[in-house]
Structure formats: C-alpha cells, structure tokens
C-alpha cells in the first residue's frame, strides 16, 4: 500500500526534469523544450528533439505518455501498442508508439510505465460532414477488421459487470442522497438491458473512446483529406456498436443521416451492425455511469477537486439523474 501510494505521489508530481531524463533513459535527446498537453487519465508532453536523422521522420518532435499507475498491467499496456501496431501494419492511419532503447515500446520509470510516440500533426473538426462520414466509416470498418483477428486477454471485457455494475457500487457512496434512489432505479435498468443485449462471444478489440475529438485531421500540405484515430488509453474488448455513438452530433433520433452515412461507408468493407437505438441510448446512459465513477476512483488525485468542483453537489447527481431516467424510460417502452 505504502508503494503503491508513493507511485500515486510521484505521478502527481512529475518534475521537467523527471521526464527529460526518462525520455533520455529511452533512447531521444530532447532540447528540454517541452509542453504538457491537456490529459485527466495521464501525463503528457509534447517534446522537442535535438535533429538528427533518426528523427527526421517525425520531424524532431515526440509525445511521451506517462500511465497513471495501478491501473494497468504491463501485458494491458503491451496490447494496446500491439493493436495500433496491427493497425499500422494494415495502413490503417493510427499513431503507433516507437521502439525505446531496451527495444520494447514499454519503459518503466522509476515504477510508472511510459511510452513515446511520434507527434502526430492533425487538427480536429468540429462538425463532420456526410462524405466524412462515409469516410470515416470505412477507416472504422478496417479498424475493427484488424481488431477481429486477434484477441487481447488482458484488456477489460466491455460487458455489463464491469462497466455498468461495479460503477454502480463504486457511487453508492457518492450519489446525492436526495436523488440516489431514483439514480439507482435507473442505472439498475440501463445495467440489466445491457445485460441482456451485449454478446460477449461476439467482443472484439475495438476503440472503446471513439468520438470526435479522437479523429484528427491529417496537417499536411498538397495531401488529400484522411483522418486518422489516436488515444487508445480506453481500448477493450466490447461490441463494435460502441464506436458508433459517440460520433454522432446529437440525439440518436435526429442523427439517422449521420449515422446512415457512418454505417453506409462501413458497408463497403464489412457487414454493419443492424441499428438498434435503444442498444445506442443503453450505451450512452452507461458511458454516464462510467465517467461518474472514473472521476470517483480518481478523486484523490489533487486535481480532481479542482477539475470537478461541481461533482459533490447536489446539482450534478440530479441532472445525471434526470438524463439516465429518460433513457431507462426509453428502454421500457
């Protein structure tokens, strides 16, 4: 315990120089000129490199990814980089990390598990159209092609035990108690329809986080539009219906263009799952119950509190409340 606290304290304080020395201990010369990006779950900075040819191909730059500790296994985080591999390897555009000095993708530094990316130089949209859809579509039709052929054994299985039951104990101790009867009934429904309707015999590795702000634009000049997918932190072994949802703009009923031209393009490469809205509103209502207790588990990091001051008041649980009861009384018509 003394250990695994000392882990938490020494994430929470990641110094310039800590992370300078680590990406040296890996294999990079940076210049010591580096920016945190904007990261809840990790620590991230985008850093610069001294030139030189072993890095002409990504232009000096580097993002090293520091995991928070205890919540994945070595054999978790090896996954994930042998699915962006896999995908790279199809030509499936994914930032795929690069091979540190021990020749694994892996580095541990001094206990926390860090890895190093090219910097990828893309810029979001804010709003896609029907073609990017379409588009879009067909990358995600590849992406889950390579995610079926092979398995991740050590990655979480997206099934209703572990995203919808075990969130639901873990804010019991938090749900405004004025509400919390009523936040149960409806997180229970949400949980036991998801129980009925996810196949864990039909799982497969997939993106698992998949909205828009994870599909970046290719920055490069006199080359044609292509997206590509970055942060896979959330990569499971779940239906492929999850990495639909959540790019769509609205509500499901007033997005049926938008998601006929996600699953039209997604057709031209592989069978696309039947449209089910009420298996859509089942998984937003959990991803509400999911990110609720990601911030519980993650409270004690100093800057939770400060991230989310709303989170212990009553008014956060009653609109959470009020969003989950629509969808359960959706699920029960």
Known sequence: MANSQ???ESFYDL?????????????????????????????VFDIFLEPSESTESFHHRIVTKFYRPNRWTEEALLEEHQFLQDLNHADIPAIA????????????????WMCVSPKGLGRLQQEFTLPQYKQIGRMLAQLHNVGQSRAAHHRPKFDAETYAWCNIDTLEEWIAPEVFDRYIDAAETIAEFLEDHLNPEKFIRIHGDCHKGNILMWDKRDEPERFFFVDFDDFVMGPVEQDFWMLLPGDLKQSTEELEALLEGYGDIRTPPKIDLKFYDALRGLRVIHYSAWIARRFDDPTFPTLFPQ?????????????LEKIAWSLNQ
């Open 6 to 8: 000392h882990l938490d």
């Open 15 to 43: 110094t310039p120089n800590e992370v300078l020395d680590a990406v040296q201990e890996a294999g990079f010369k940076p210049t010591g000129e580096y920016f945190q990006l904007n990261s809840y779950e990790n620590r």
């Open 311 to 323: 989170y212990e008041d009553y008014l956060y649980w009653a609109e959470e409340c009020e969003f």
């Open 97 to 112: 990390p690069l091979k540190l000095s021990n020749g694994k993708t892996l580095l541990n530094a001094d206990g926390i």
